[in-house]
T-cell receptor, first 114, second 109 residues
Framework: DAGVTQSPTHLIKTRGQHVTLRCSPI?????VSWYQQVLGQGPQFIFQYYEKEERGRGNFPDRFSARQFPNYSSELNVNALLLGDSALYLCASSPEWGGGETQYFGPGTRLLVL | GQQLNQSPQSMFIQEGEDVSMNCTSS?????WLWYKQDPGEGPVLLIALYKAGELTSNGRLTAQFGITRKDSFLNISASIPSDVGIYFCAGLWMNDMRFGAGTRLTVKP
């Protein structure tokens, strides 16, 4: 069975640009969460979506937004990129809302902002 | 917010040695999780702990949920080269999940 997939795998942008990252959850999973993992740190929660609605938001600025589509895939959008947005962006899917230990992580999208 | 302190930051050990790492917090959690992350991959769940004092094993891995609910440790026995990677603890309170900064493990053959 296919796991969580993310695209693209790597991305290079310049400051001020906008970026869209994509995630396809495991088949049958209805919840998607996004995490930012800065080099040398653990993942930090950004958003959780369940049944196309935002169910949780971490401490990130409004430049970060996301949405979930009817097929449960999700996009993370970041506007006005800053150098500090350089990180590995992880998507995790889970069968139901809440996630926790039932989350499966994708391989991530590595974003470099120059 | 709840902060997790994970130690040590890194470990260099010989194949066959045992490893111990831990996580402490200033706040309580109702679930502790331990993950392993390999290069180019997302974290993979190793062990989940649900009750204070719980001791759980998964093969050569053993983890415990601290009595105070503010700490947890992970032991790896008889390490092998494929144990190399970064190990993360994570605490879960309601639906809020916080990760430690990770322990980077290197195993020398």
């Amino acid at each position: 069975d296919a796991g969580v997939t993310q695209s693209p795998t790597h991305l290079i942008k310049t400051r001020g640009q906008h970026v869209t990252l994509r995630c396809s959850p495991i088949s049958g999973h209805k919840s998607v969460s996004w995490y930012q993992q800065v080099l040398g740190q653990g993942p930090q929660f950004i958003f959780q979506y369940y049944e196309k609605e935002e169910r949780g938001r971490g401490n990130f600025p409004d430049r970060f937004s996301a949405r979930q589509f009817p097929n449960y895939s999700s996009e993370l959008n970041v506007n006005a990129l800053l150098l500090g947005d350089s990180a590995l962006y992880l998507c995790a899917s889970s069968p139901e809302w809440g996630g926790g230990e039932t989350q499966y992580f994708g391989p991530g999208t590595r974003l470099l902002v120059l | 917010g709840q902060q997790l302190n994970q130690s040590p930051q890194s470990m260099f050990i010989q194949e066959g040695e045992d490893v111990s790492m831990n996580c402490t917090s200033s706040s309580i959690f109702n679930t502790w999780l331990w993950y392993k992350q390999d290069p180019g991959e997302g974290p993979v769940l190793l062990i989940a702990l649900y009750k204070a004092g719980e001791l759980t094993s998964n093969g050569r891995l053993t983890a415990q949920f601290g009595i105070t609910r503010k700490d947890s440790f992970l032991n790896i026995s008889a390490s092998i080269p494929s144990d190399v990677g970064i190990y993360f603890c994570a605490g879960l309170w309601m639906n809020d999940m916080r990760f430690g900064a990770g322990t980077r493990l290197t195993v020398k053959p």
